[in-house]
């Protein structure tokens, strides 16, 4: 195979007749300008780290302790407000992006 004049350019195009590429385009539109590489760059290795089961454990523990909290909360009647938290978001946003690819697969 003969080598690439510019290895990191790409030209895609899409299927617009197909759902999947349709829902990949739309996410696609949602990125800033020069963030789509990026983007691209940590869906394909979240897919990669999903195929070969990479991903860390998820400390259930955990998860349990925080949803008790919460719902003991919203039972004593106070219901926090989510919206004025700011979120974490890790680099690159693995949550957000096994999303999409479960968006993809359907």
């Known amino acids: 195979m003969k080598l690439k004049k510019d290895r990191g350019r790409f030209t895609v195009r899409f299927d617009m007749e197909n759902p999947d590429h349709v829902r990949a385009v ?43 909290e919460y719902l003991e909360k919203q039972n004593a009647g106070h219901t926090p407000d989510l919206q004025k938290e700011e979120p974490s978001i890790s680099s690159p946003p693995i949550d957000l992006i096994a999303r999409a690819l479960a968006d993809f697969s359907g």
Request: with cysteine; charged share 35%; hydrophobic share 35%.
């Open 26 to 68: 739309e996410y696609l539109e949602r990125q800033r300008d020069r963030g789509k590489a990026q983007y691209l760059a940590d869906t394909i290795l979240c897919y990669e780290k999903a195929e070969t089961k990479s991903f860390p454990q998820v400390n259930r523990a955990l998860i349990e302790q925080i949803v008790q």
